[in-house]
């Protein structure tokens, strides 16, 4: 089923083939018709807002005041002390075991 959303006018579709449970396709097909949208609109919509959320999970680091306080005054240290052993390990396992080839957003931003 093809189908056209005001926000995908412009954009090219792509096509997603998966099985999914019974159950679960029953469900979304209700949820879809409740809120009137094809399944194909219901199942892009939930998928965008999900790949939205756990992106905006995993490419931030939200810190404490205190704990911003104390990155802030690692990073603007004078003489910053060495890296450790750990962290040194830590780093070259992030780059060895890195699954997407980009750069993530990486924010850190005071607790509110």
Known sequence: MSTT???TTTEKS?????????VVKEQAEAAARVLGQSITDFAETALEEKAQAVLAQNERIVLSEH????????ISAAEPERPSKKLLA???HYKRHEPIAHEPLVAARRDR
Do not use: D, K, N, Q
């Open 5 to 7: 959303t005001a926000a």
């Open 14 to 22: 792509a096509r997603l083939s998966c099985r999914i449970r019974p």
């Open 67 to 74: 704990a911003f306080g104390e990155f802030l005054a690692a």
């Open 90 to 92: 830590a780093v070259a």
